[in-house]
């Protein structure tokens, strides 16, 4: 099992920066593919950015790139998501989810991952 637990989501305004973090427990991260998703109300949950196990891939929606930055610090457990340039459509909850097994390899496919956060919240102002 893994647990994972975000933080580092507030209220900020629009152009403003947020670094989201991930921590996890219960099992070495460097194992597993880590991914960020988003849900704002009313819509589905969305792929944000995903990191291989090893750190060396790294894929993200069109939405984000550019201006969101995922990292890895396995000597941590912990998984980043530096968001710069923020917008008010970036508002929503964030999640962050464990892919195992997935050393080489990033998927943006919700369904390919195992354990799930319960999210931080994130509001832009416009």
């Known amino acids: 099992q893994v647990q994972l637990v975000e933080s580092g989501g507030g209220l900020v305004q629009a152009g403003d920066s947020l670094r989201l973090s991930c921590a996890a427990s219960?099992?070495?991260?460097?194992?597993?593919?880590m991914g960020w998703f988003r849900q704002a109300p009313g819509r589905e949950r969305e792929f944000v950015a995903a990191?291989?196990?090893?750190?060396?891939?790294?894929t993200y929606a069109d939405s984000v790139k550019g201006q969101f930055t995922i990292s890895r610090d396995n000597a941590k457990n912990t998984v980043y998501l530096q968001m710069n340039s923020l917008k008010p459509e970036d508002t929503a909850s964030y999640y962050c989810?464990?892919?195992?097994?997935?050393?080489?390899?990033?998927?943006?496919?919700?369904?390919?991952?195992?354990?799930w956060g319960q999210g931080t919240q994130v509001t832009v102002s416009s």
């Open positions: 990191v291989s196990g090893n750190g060396g891939i790294t």
């Open positions: 989810a464990a892919r195992r097994g997935y050393y080489y390899t990033a998927t943006n496919r919700i369904h390919d991952y195992d354990y």
């Open positions: 219960g099992r070495t991260l460097s194992s597993y593919a």
